[in-house]
């Protein structure tokens, strides 16, 4: 006869362990930031397989109990968009499945965010599909890192923190730059907050550039306005994806009597042509993140690539959420 008269002490045990418990957990686009922040928060990677079925579907399991658990879900959507993107749903609604008790999409770089509204008459708004999903599959809460348009926040229905770079930017740009005359440059009029913010913080002059373009990958033409002659330019922007837009751009301010020119941006894309652009162009140092891993190419080819990691400013975010604590002194 079968008795039912309880837990065993080993369940119990487990039990009381994944309640409330931080855990994180990781696919395969960033696991060296994952591992990363883990390292500053002293926990451990959480146990999950992330791999692929033979007809290339992509397959989830957690292999730890979270019932009760605080989980949090690094994943950047980073290339293959796709990829990355169906293994952060899998991997929520896997925890969801699993009786987590709140689910944290962390993610450093949130792709599909400049396809934030309709630039035509039979387009999708794709930012906002990709936010419907994540909430779909179970997150309730959304940490991202310097999102390409801000009102992306609003596509959601929980809560988004929007964390930025800068502070980590900023903090390596005193060091390089020292005392020198500076001149920040917002490759484009978008940009000019963010270029802005920089300025302020850096003391240092502000210069936009106004861009007209034929077609979405082409850039017409450029004209700079504000001064950059005797300065170093830094030209800011949140991503360099073909850095088409910011080569010409260092052309110009370099044109304008800039001595040195440097460019500052969180998320590293790096498509192709964009090394052999930035190689060739004036730009002397990119600075940039590790929201999104480098690619090999660049880490072969760019010498003057310097990354700045973002994982402490991640850590401490989550172990805020976890606590429930303030964030908002982060975005600062």
Not at 162 to 169: H, I, Q, S
Not at 241 to 251: F, H, L, Q
């Amino acid at each position: 006869m079968t008795s039912f008269c309880g837990a065993s002490a080993e369940s119990r045990e487990m039990s009381e362990r994944a309640k409330d418990e931080l855990e994180i957990f990781t696919g395969n686009s960033n696991p060296a930031l994952a591992r990363e922040v883990c390292e500053h928060l002293n926990v451990r990677l959480g146990e999950a397989e992330v791999g692929r079925f033979p007809d290339g579907e992509v397959m989830v399991e957690v292999r730890e109990n979270v019932r009760g658990g605080d989980c949090f879900v690094l994943q950047s959507v980073c290339t293959p968009p796709n990829e990355n993107l169906m293994e952060l749903l899998l991997l929520t609604d896997a925890l969801r499945r699993a009786s987590a008790k709140r689910i944290t999409a962390v993610i450093p770089y949130f792709g599909y965010s400049r396809q934030d509204r309709k630039v035509a008459p039979r387009v999708p708004i794709s930012a906002k599909l990709v936010a419907d999903l994540i909430t779909t599959a179970g997150a309730s809460r959304v940490l991202t890192v310097d999102l390409h348009a801000g009102q992306i926040q609003g596509f959601f229905n929980i809560p988004v923190d929007n964390l930025y770079a800068m502070p980590v930017l900023i903090q390596y740009l005193r060091r390089r730059l020292d005392d020198q005359r500076i001149s920040v440059v917002s490759p484009d009029a978008g940009g000019v907050e963010r270029a802005r913010a920089f300025a302020r913080r850096l003391n240092a002059d502000l210069a936009i550039i106004d861009k007209r373009r034929r077609r979405a990958s082409e850039v017409a033409e450029m004209r700079l306005v504000g001064e950059v002659k005797d300065t170093v330019a830094v030209l800011v922007d949140d991503m360099i994806d073909t850095a088409g837009t910011i080569t010409e751009a260092a052309r110009v301010v370099s044109a304008a009597g800039a001595r040195e020119v440097i460019a500052c941006a969180t998320h590293p894309i790096l498509s192709d042509p964009a090394c052999e652009r930035l190689t060739r162009s004036a730009i002397k140092e990119i600075i940039t993140t590790n929201t999104i891993p480098l690619r090999a190419k660049a880490q072969a080819e760019m010498a003057n690539l310097k990354v700045i990691s973002v994982g402490g400013l991640l850590a401490e975010a989550i172990r805020r959420i976890h606590n429930e604590e303030s964030v908002s002194s982060l975005f600062n």
